[in-house]
């Protein structure tokens, strides 16, 4: 059973506050993503990684950095929370860039 | 304007009925497409990828209409475990997926 894991489930920071966000997928998949899902907005992707070492921004980085030195592994860092970036965030892989996506069970982040 | 656009719903039916709702897209270079299916407070599930030539899988039809940038799922015979936001997905040449915010269905008893 294909399987993708996320550090936390809930999660509450302060504003400046350093985040981590962890991914583990054990599926072997070449690709990964972050997204984060608001009300009305639907999943805006943040950054993917199409191999280790190599990542590329998705439609909102801004705020973000992340990092894949394993290929099972892929971090989401936000460097200096702040209350906007209170969301759930999800994590997915892929076998191909355009294939099935498979989610981790997200984490709900909230920044006070 | 966002790359795919869904009627959020929510479509309320009762068991039994049929539903069908669409979503569009705006990159006329999308390639593939998907639904999703998101339970409460769940990650999204993969329901089926949609090809050219429409497909069904037991109770659910997807169609794409390339022509008018449009993707259409069918429920037939609703039941009360079809209750969820279907998200509507395209891929373009980009590499990226772009989501839909989803379309809510409940199927009442």
């Known amino acids: 059973d294909v399987k993708v894991t996320q550090s936390s489930r809930y999660l509450v920071k302060r504003t400046g506050e350093k985040v981590f966000l962890e991914c583990v997928q054990d599926m072997d998949h070449e690709n990964m993503f972050w997204y984060r899902q608001d009300p009305g907005l639907g999943l805006r992707l943040i950054y993917f990684?199409?191999?280790?070492?190599?990542?590329e921004k998705g439609d909102i980085p801004e705020g973000y950095s992340v990092s894949r030195e394993k290929k099972e592994r892929f971090s989401l860092i936000l460097e200096s929370a702040s209350t906007n970036q209170t969301s759930m965030y999800l994590c997915?892989?892929?076998?191909?860039?355009?294939?099935?996506?498979?989610f981790g069970p997200g984490t709900r982040l909230t920044v006070t | 304007r966002k790359e795919v656009e869904q009627d959020p719903g929510p479509f309320n039916v009762p068991e039994g009925a049929t539903v069908a709702f669409n979503c569009t897209y705006s990159n006329s270079a999308s390639q593939s497409f998907f639904w999703y299916r998101q339970d409460c407070r769940k990650e999204p599930k993969l329901l089926m990828s949609?090809?050219?030539s429409g497909n069904e899988d037991g109770r659910f039809t997807a169609q794409l209409n390339r022509a008018s940038q449009y993707i259409s799922l069918l429920i037939r015979d609703s039941k009360l475990s079809d209750s969820a936001t279907y998200l509507c997905v395209s891929g373009s040449n980009d590499y990226k997926l772009s989501f839909g915010a989803g379309t809510t269905v409940t199927v009442r008893a």
């Open positions: 949609v090809y050219s």
């Open positions: 997915a892989s892929s076998s191909g860039i355009l294939w099935e996506q498979y």
């Open positions: 990684s199409y191999d280790v070492k190599m990542k």
